[in-house]
């Protein structure tokens, strides 16, 4: 008697445990179904395929996280967004709870949320992320980058909590700065954020200017130039001292053989060492020229001209005894004058015109280069407006 019950209980776990596979088995090829008629824009039979998985396994937390990431792709093709998310939102929630330690699908359900306007639970969503995994690369990325689009609406609370998502990341990986920067740039539109999360090195910001130059971000150039002579004086004091000194000293010696009575044209070499002719600036680099400039303000006007290559003309740099007065791109290919205003001491001063983003096109067999011609000072005159 004993055995022949034995025996009926082996059998009846053998029956469940082959109808326990045979779902699984079956799940696995719903789920296939889904995923192939998804990828043919077939979404409706899609969320019934991905439904039915749900059905044949309702325990399976990475079921419920596919389904939710297809409701959260297929919000992004049709017109009903907000359905197609609340359904992403009960989807990761049911996979939150039947696996809370994952991280990655916290960090979705709090993505859902922020695309919902639910910001504060999106806030909290990302936070539980990054306490069950907070070295994850890629969620502090994405959550630093989803932050991002939305940062003018974002509390200061907030905003220092995205701030320090993108410190990790940039911390972490130099190949990451091409994508940051550029998102900071353009949804939070606010340069001093790119150079607060910045890691604080000569390096570092040395790699954010290469970016400007790289993207022709311009109108930060300053801005950034006064970080990296910042980190370059604190990290190498005396490398830097001796730099200021020998520019010191050329524009001294470029002022005492103008006093001399020598007609010193421009004169000057590029980045690689080669020497400027006739003010023709095919590389980038500095050329400099001494002026008798009059007392009080006055009026650099310099004649220019630019050849411009991947649709972006040269940029000019304008400096007078070592400080800027201006710059600007030379955007035309005839000569023109281009005017910088200062208020001087008078005398002999050096003129410097930094070439800063030399630069061609071989697709289109294009160089870019700038051509300085004659540089002189007048009295403001009618030229000054206050």
């Known amino acids: 008697m004993k055995r022949h019950i034995i025996n009926m209980i082996i059998i009846t776990v053998f029956i469940f445990l082959n109808g326990a596979v045979a779902l699984l088995w079956t799940a696995e090829r719903q789920l296939d179904k889904a995923k192939k008629l998804e990828s043919n824009y077939r979404f409706k039979k899609a969320k019934e395929k991905y439904q039915s998985t749900l059905r044949l396994n309702p325990f399976n937390a990475q079921y419920f996280a596919q389904s939710a990431e297809f409701s959260l792709r297929a919000s992004r093709q049709h017109k009903e967004k907000e359905i197609w998310l609340k359904e992403a939102e009960e989807l990761f929630q049911r996979a939150c709870k039947l696996n809370p330690e994952h991280a990655e699908y916290r960090y979705m359900l709090g993505e859902v949320c922020l695309e919902l306007g639910k910001r504060e639970e999106a806030l909290d969503d990302f936070k539980l992320a990054l306490e069950k995994d907070p070295y994850n690369f890629r969620n502090n990325y994405l959550i630093a980058y989803n932050l991002l689009k939305v940062w003018r609406s974002l509390s200061e609370a907030e905003k220092s909590f995205a ?13 990451y700065k091409n994508n940051i920067y550029p998102t900071i740039i353009y949804f939070a539109k606010d340069f001093k954020l790119a150079q607060q999360v910045t890691p604080r ?8 200017y290469s970016l400007i130059e790289e993207n022709n971000l311009w ?5 950034q130039q006064n970080m990296v002579d910042f980190y370059r004086e604190k990290e190498d004091f005396k490398a830097f001292s001796q730099h200021r000194k020998e520019e010191r000293e050329l524009l001294q010696w470029l002022r005492f053989k103008k006093s001399l009575g020598d007609e010193l044209d421009w004169v000057g070499t590029s980045r690689n060492g080669n020497v400027y002719e006739d003010g023709e600036m095919y590389w980038s680099g500095t050329m400099h020229k001494v002026l008798d400039i009059p007392a009080h303000r006055s009026i650099i006007i ?20 070592g400080e800027e007065i201006g710059e600007t791109f030379v955007d035309k290919p005839e000569w023109r004058e281009y005017h910088f205003k200062i208020n001087s001491s008078g005398g002999l001063k050096v003129l410097s015109v930094t070439f800063a983003n030399d630069g061609g096109d071989s697709n289109q067999d294009t160089d870019r280069n700038l051509y300085i011609g004659e540089a002189k000072a007048t009295p403001y005159g009618i030229w000054w407006n206050d």
Not at 163 to 175: M, P
Not at 203 to 208: D, P, T, V, W, Y
Not at 306 to 321: C, F, K, N, R, T
């Open 163 to 175: 701030k320090d998502r993108l410190g990790f990341i940039l911390s972490s990986g130099e190949n």
């Open 201 to 208: 090195s000569l390096k570092a910001h040395e790699q954010l």
């Open 219 to 223: 109108q930060y150039r300053r801005a």
């Open 302 to 321: 310099i004649r220019a001209k630019g050849e411009s290559a991947a649709d972006i003309w040269p940029y000019m740099v304008v400096e007078l005894d």
